[in-house]
């Protein structure tokens, strides 16, 4: 379901609204049901904001409680999302994945965030591509700020199913393009892509793909039959002797 941008808006300001109340009520502690190497604070509207940050964490803890509402995982050393690393938590509304070292965000790496997911933060990471498949359902505010990104048809189809923040927008900026001509190294994604289709060049490559393969099968199936003439010749001969000895037969 696509959420106007003014709803969005203020979701997002009413969860960083609480989350300031939920500071100040509470200091973060260890709590019952809190992944290790976390700390969980409750909020004054019975939600959780947990908080593993410069934990070294390589990989993304499991258990976290499903009422948690702002999960900063910022400041570690993860390198991949996998899929479903946030299955359950149907009110997360705040997701901080900045400064780690991501390469890789799986599909289905926010499943389960479609409906609650309002703030998204991969800035400061190892990105080079951003596949729609991975953001699934998902319309957050997002940033994407300082990651080496390859400008292609993949990040254009992804871009518009984020309201990116207007802040960062300056700071995606393209580290090398697909296809290479477009020369778009050093510059805003956001500049190169209002006079750029980046998915162009892709389909006429998906064209000849498909031409190549239509031709490859073809050629594969004149090839059996040929193979199946010749290696039953001597049958195919006697089938034709009989079918010519047909009208003499029927003459008589």
């Known amino acids: 379901m696509r959420w106007p941008a003014a709803f969005l808006l203020l979701r997002l300001t009413s969860c960083i609204i609480l989350h300031g109340l939920d500071v100040s009520v509470s200091e973060f502690q260890p709590a019952v049901g809190c992944p290790e190497s976390c700390f969980c604070s409750d909020m004054v509207n019975g939600g959780l904001v947990v908080s593993c940050s410069n934990m070294h964490l390589l990989t993304v803890p499991h258990g976290f409680p499903n009422t948690t509402q702002h999960l900063y995982l910022d400041n570690n050393l993860l390198a991949i999302i996998p899929s479903d690393s946030f299955i359950g938590l149907t009110m ?85 393009s697909e296809p290479e001509e477009l020369r778009a190294q050093g510059l805003p994604f956001i500049l190169v892509a209002t006079d750029v289709d980046f998915c162009r060049g892709f389909r006429k490559t998906t064209d000849v793909v498909m031409l190549i393969t239509m031709f490859v099968w073809f050629t594969m199936v004149i090839s059996y039959l040929v193979c199946y003439v010749r290696h039953n010749q001597e049958d195919a001969l006697r089938h034709l002797e009989y079918l010519m000895s047909l009208p003499k037969i029927q003459g008589r």
Do not use: K
């Open 92 to 176: 997360l509304c705040g997701l901080d994945l900045s400064h780690n070292r991501l390469t890789h965000l799986e599909p289905g790496a926010f499943r389960g965030l479609a409906d609650s997911l309002i703030s998204l933060d991969l800035s400061s990471n190892q990105l080079e591509t951003l596949d729609p498949e991975v953001l699934g359902d998902i319309r957050a505010h997002t940033n994407l700020s300082h990651n080496p990104w390859q400008c292609d048809c993949r990040l254009q189809l992804a871009m518009p199913q984020l309201l990116l923040d207007p802040s960062s927008l300056a700071e995606v900026v393209c580290n090398r």
